[in-house]
T-cell receptor
Framework: GNSVTQMEGPVTLSEEAFLTINCTYT??????LFWYVQYPGEGLQLLLK?????DKGSNKGFEATYRKETTSFHLEKGSVQVSDSAVYFC????????????FGTGTRLLVSP | DGGITQSPKYLFRKEGQNVTLSCEQN?????MYWYRQDPGQGLRLIYY???????QKGDIAEGYSVSREKKESFPLTVTSAQKNPTAFYLC??????????????FGEGSRLTVL
């Protein structure tokens, strides 16, 4: 089956630290990959995406590269801010027909001043 | 502005009561979804609809019902048969199956508490 595995949180960092949140996937085909962010009490927002191998998604200083050989899509940011504190979800969707998004369990990031 | 509107934001229910959560979108999206989120857990799919007048069960459909009479609207009813309904409910929409990117757009969520 299709699944997404994320590192468990919470991830606790000081402001300006480097962030990595690991995400690996299992898929029967060739998926598109996504990172969503959820701020407290809100719905999810798309942060970035990549639709094929070696693509790099980027937004708001966050980056993730689609690595087919390691089936990974790790989220990185060079210098986190307090406002980045949120829950981050990795997700995949197969690119054939109508396919539901499959989400990881989410990783909570806490950034302190 | 285009988007997804969920209401109410907070809802309290007594045991044995049915409640309906509203979800409206003006993005002209074909597909709509309902997810449930519990503390410290990921999103679990309850129901989804690819097109008007059609919907399918997701992974945890028991105790829930939906309708899709209009493209813009996808209400979720939490019935008394749902044994543990206290949760955060998220509605989402996306363009149809012809769109490869599959991006979901989410509403702000509805928090249901059973007293």
């Amino acid at each position: 089956g299709n699944s997404v595995t994320q590192m468990e949180g919470p991830v606790t960092l000081s402001e300006e630290a480097f962030l990595t949140i690991n995400c690996t996937y299992t898929a029967t085909g060739y998926p598109s990959l996504f990172w969503y962010v959820q701020y407290p009490g809100e719905g999810l927002q798309l942060l970035l995406k990549a639709t094929k191998a070696d693509d790099k998604g980027s937004n708001k200083g966050f980056e993730a590269t689609y690595r087919k050989e390691t089936t990974s899509f790790h989220l990185e940011k060079g210098s986190v801010q307090v406002s980045d504190s949120a829950v981050y979800f990795c997700a995949l969707r197969l690119n054939t027909g109508f396919q539901k998004l499959v989400f990881g369990t989410g990783t909570r990031l806490l950034v302190s001043p | 502005d285009g988007g997804i509107t969920q209401s109410p934001k907070y809802l309290f229910r007594k045991e044995g009561q049915n409640v309906t959560l509203s979800c409206e979108q003006n993005l002209n999206h074909d597909a709509m979804y309902w997810y449930r989120q519990d503390p410290g857990q990921g999103l679990r799919l309850i129901y989804y609809s690819q097109i008007v007048n059609d919907f399918q069960k997701g992974d945890i459909a028991e105790g829930y019902s939906v309708s899709r009479e209009k493209k813009e609207s996808f209400p979720l009813t939490v019935t008394s048969a749902q044994k543990n309904p206290t949760a955060f409910y998220l509605c989402a929409s996306s363009m149809g199956s012809g769109r490869v990117s599959g991006e979901l757009f989410f509403g702000e969520g509805s928090r249901l508490t059973v007293l």
